[in-house]
């Protein structure tokens, strides 16, 4: 068990760091010139990170896997959304595939 000191210093450095990083951007930006390139390589591992985040919540619920229901609905909101419709359509039509799949019991 962690203890409640541990928990607030984490906590307390976490923030700090934060706030250092987000502050050292507009800071250090105008200091630093970055290549082109570089400058593509961090958007595109920017997407990659969003992407793994987003497929692991997809497809895994803690250890286990999550299911049917659950990959079908985020690919049918990943279609809606890559086709470029409204955002509250994306997400309706999402949790109403996953909810639609465990009604008729698909897991």
């Known amino acids: 068990m962690i203890s409640t000191t541990t928990l607030v210093v984490a906590t307390c450095a976490l923030a700090v760091g934060t706030y250092a990083a987000r502050f050292a951007g507009p800071v250090l930006r105008a ?9 593509m390589i961090l958007a595109t591992a920017a997407v990659v990170m969003l992407l793994s985040l987003a497929v692991t919540s997809a497809l895994f619920e803690g250890h286990d896997l999550a ?3 659950r990959p079908v609905g985020v690919a049918v909101g990943g279609v809606l959304a890559w086709r470029k419709a409204p955002f509250a359509l994306v997400v309706i039509a999402a949790a109403a595939t996953a909810a639609g799949l465990r009604y008729l019991g698909v897991a």
């Not at 200091?31 to 400058?39: D, H, K, V, W």
């Open 67 to 69: 299911g049917v229901a």
């Open 31 to 39: 200091r630093i010139q970055l290549s082109p390139q570089f400058e």
